[in-house]
């Protein structure tokens, strides 16, 4: 017997063709809720790949999507945060209200496409954020798909950089140039330094000046030290107070960018090169 013919997930009549794929041996089963597909789902017979687009779903058929996605993440075949249920019920809400649409569509086609879905999932993970929801578990997950440079890209977003700087540069430049531009801020992570738990004062004080290495080789003049946490807050203040000013070639000029206070406190620290 088949390993799908075991599965028995009670759902609406027109998602029993998404029963009998997803269960199948060497499925990848995808969710999209960016696409202009005009289908309720897409089969690549070839290298079964299964997208299910929610937004072309009727009521019924989302409800019934929950259950199959509960259900694939209980035969262990889906990597999903440890509240899987919540998570589901708010990725459904989120891909019907679809809120960072026009950013995604603007992004499409200007960045790498592994890039565009860990922006995807980033932007879902701030939203969640925002939400007040727990969001450690997502992050864990975005790591684990994407890698070091998706972790990045999910900061980067988590600090608006695509909407207060990537959108102003794609609107500037030419295509290569902000290709070039993208790439040195993202792959060679020269747009900011991001503070984060466990990290110590030399390690920041060494990743500055690592910082400013790729800003003079590559013709950037500033670049961002974000904290979000008490810890991560106070780290940052205690080396722009101690060691900000030690050893630098060039000399940097610091301006604090914002500040926030409890319970969200977060602190973000522009350098620019003198």
Request: glycine share 6%; aromatic share 10%.
């Amino acid at each position: 017997m088949s390993k799908s013919s075991k599965v028995q997930v009670n759902v609406c009549p027109s998602l029993k063709p998404i029963v009998t794929k997803v269960f199948g041996r060497g499925v990848t089963f995808n969710i999209d809720a960016d696409s202009e597909s005009p289908f309720p789902y897409t089969w690549e017979a070839s290298d079964k790949i299964l997208t299910v687009f929610p937004e072309n779903l009727n009521d019924e058929e989302k409800a019934g999507l929950v259950i199959i996605i509960k259900e694939y993440h209980n035969r262990n075949l889906l990597l999903l945060p440890y509240k899987q249920e919540q998570v589901i019920e708010e990725y459904i809400e989120y891909s019907e209200a679809n809120p960072n649409k026009d950013t995604i569509e603007f992004f499409t086609s200007s960045i790498p496409a592994n890039d565009l879905d860990a922006l995807k999932m980033s932007l879902f993970m701030r939203d969640e954020k925002n939400k007040g929801n727990d969001i450690s578990a997502l992050k864990k997950e975005i790591r684990e798909t994407f890698g070091p440079r998706g972790a990045y890209i999910a900061n980067l977003c988590t600090a608006g950089y695509f909407e207060r700087s990537f959108k102003a540069a794609k609107n500037k430049l030419s295509i290569e140039r902000f290709k070039e531009y993208y790439e040195l801020r993202v792959g060679k992570e020269a747009a900011a330094i991001f503070v984060h738990g466990g990290m110590t004062i030399l390690a920041l004080r060494d990743l500055v000046k690592e910082k400013i290495d790729i800003c003079q080789l590559n013709g950037i003049f500033k670049f961002s030290i974000h904290g979000f946490g008490r810890a991560n807050v106070e780290l940052i203040k205690e080396y722009i107070e101690n060691y900000s000013v030690d050893d630098l070639d060039p000399e940097i000029k610091k301006e604090i960018v914002y500040e926030s206070p409890l319970p969200n406190v977060g602190l973000e620290y522009e350098i620019t090169l003198a």
